[in-house]
């Protein structure tokens, strides 16, 4: 119990004599008709599933049915300017993919 008295007096003394203080830093000076310094950054090609159809063929004289899943590749450029630490991105629909070879 002593312990738990002491221990809080402690907390209040620290509360009462030690203040705490705001420090803002200093901004980076940056002119800002300064021309960006694009960079690639990272690249990354994905297929998003979007759909499926069935298509039909005929093998050794008997018509068949298939299910095909469509997919859209889409390819992401990111950017990077290290002048004013500013990033973008760019998407680039590249195609429509379909999964089994059909006319």
């Keep these: 119990m002593r312990n738990r008295a002491i221990g809080i007096c402690f907390i209040m003394f620290l509360m009462l004599f030690v203040q705490l203080t705001e420090v803002n830093a200093a901004p980076d000076v940056i002119d800002k008709h300064t021309e960006h310094n694009w960079q690639e950054y990272h690249t ?54 379909h999964s089994e070879k059909h006319d």
């Design 44 to 97: 990354e090609t994905s297929f998003i599933k979007t759909g499926t159809h069935e298509y039909k063929y005929w093998k050794n004289f008997m018509r068949h049915k298939r299910t095909c899943e469509i997919y859209q590749k889409l390819k992401t450029i990111v950017y990077y300017c290290d002048v004013h630490d500013h990033a973008k991105s760019e998407t680039i629909h590249e195609g429509t993919v």
